[in-house]
């Protein structure tokens, strides 16, 4: 085998920060090289050299899982949640034609339903061959999504308040929704996780038990770098967090992770640049390991939908980049990327310090500050000091006749939604 590299110099550091300044042709070097994200409250460098790195060999699937848990390939779950006001009948019709679409985990929500109404809603799935959650809420729901888990391979989580063994997740999702900044979000869900497995363990789980009912559910936000960071960087902590605790098996120190689309940063009055930013959303969940994707259709919190369009899109983007970009089949594509390793160690070091004051009964400061990344958010949009196309710049010049619904509530306020609820004149 022949050696690649022997036919290409190395630059050194000197030369390549030479180069670097040639090119800026005169503006500060410092300045030039140096991105800040003041909402994120991060900044890094945007100029790394191998002599300065500090990225150990790594190896996927072992040691803190930074890497992710995945030892063979980086497939993930398409997922879709089959909407819970919709009547038994219907959410079975939405699910089968979702599995019929590309979609290889689903999300239910048994509701009120009668039993009978239950089995209508599963009838025709074929549990065994996809992964599905299922929310129950009364002990006859649980029994019968029970008797579909006993004939899977652990492929069925059902999320109950009502056992002490439960599956249970950890919706950190909120804090984006909100309109909360990532290093909040790995803040508040590793707080909220470890409350859990401590509660579990304290009623008598064994660790890997209680570890293995956990999995946490993340936003998307549209800062790709660092998406792909947060993602690394909550598995990382996750596994430091467990590891605490003695667990026999390596593996039960691996996060369980699902992603979803947010939309705080989507537009109904110009409807397809919402693709964009599905596409790059979807993309830095993937690179960044994520075990299950739920891409929501842009218009879904929308007065007026158009389902069949903007769902089967919504489908697309994970059929795309796995069928035709096989983003699936390199394991931690971004590993080893000095820029990003280095987002990855000031995310992690930002994260740990909220999750900390969390730990020492912070909620109240911590929701304040949710709400004040939020104010900030939105008069950085009003400002136009952050550019959203179609929202605060080159509006459409179709009208759309569209608008947002009214506010959803979170955990930590209301739901934010940029084109909604900031004050901008185009």
């Known amino acids: 085998m022949s050696d690649f590299f022997k036919d290409f110099t190395i630059p050194s550091l000197n030369d390549w920060q030479a180069k670097i300044t040639k090119d800026l042709r005169g503006s500060d070097f410092e300045e030039a090289m140096t991105n800040t994200y003041p909402l994120e409250e991060i900044s890094y460098k945007a100029n790394y050299h191998y002599s300065t790195s500090e990225v150990e060999n790594e190896i996927p699937g072992t040691g803190d899982y930074k890497r992710g848990g995945k030892f063979e390939q980086n497939a993930w779950e398409i997922m879709a949640e089959v909407p819970a006001n919709l009547d038994a009948k219907a959410q079975n019709a939405y699910a089968l034609d979702a599995l019929m679409k590309g979609n290889t985990a689903l999300r239910l929500d048994f509701g009120n339903f009668s039993n009978e109404e239950c089995k209508t809603v599963v009838e025709g799935i074929g549990f065994a061959h996809i992964h599905t959650f299922i929310t129950v809420n009364n002990e006859e729901q649980f029994e019968l999504a029970q008797e579909i888990a006993y004939q899977t391979e652990n492929k069925v989580r059902i999320l109950s308040k009502n056992s002490v063994a ?151 983007i994970s059929l795309i980049l796995k069928e035709e970009s096989y983003i699936d089949k390199v394991i931690d594509p971004a590993g080893g990327a000095y820029a990003l390793e280095a987002i990855t160690e000031v995310l992690e070091e930002n994260a740990w310090k909220r999750f900390q004051a969390l730990e020492n009964g912070e909620m109240d400061a911590f929701i304040a500050d949710v709400n004040a990344i939020r104010a900030q958010r939105i008069a950085s949009v009003e400002e136009k000091k952050n550019t959203l196309i179609g929202i605060n710049k080159f509006p459409n010049i179709t009208d759309e006749d569209n608008t947002w619904l009214a506010a959803e509530k979170t955990v930590f306020g209301s739901e934010l939604i940029l084109e909604r609820d900031a004050n901008v004149e185009l």
Request: with cysteine; net charge neutral.
């Open 166 to 316: 439960k599956n249970i997740c950890i919706d950190a999702r909120e804090v984006l929704v909100s309109g909360g900044n990532s290093t909040q979000e790995i803040a508040y869900a590793l707080h909220k996780g470890h409350e859990e497995l401590h509660l579990l363990i304290e009623n008598g789980v064994s660790v890997d038990n209680a570890a293995a009912c956990i999995h946490f559910k993340l936003g998307i936000g549209n800062l790709y770098f660092l998406e792909i960071a947060k993602f690394r960087v909550l598995r990382k902590l996750w596994s430091f967090i467990v590891e605490q605790y003695q667990p026999e098996h390596a593996c039960s120190k691996v996060a369980t992770i699902e992603a979803q689309t947010i939309d705080v940063n989507k537009s109904v009055k110009d409807p397809y640049t919402n693709l964009l930013r599905l596409t790059t959303e979807c993309l830095s969940a993937a690179v960044g390991g994520a075990d299950f994707i739920v891409v929501r259709p842009y218009d879904q919190r929308a007065t007026n939908k158009r389902p069949e369009f903007t769902q089967r899109m919504a489908n697309n």
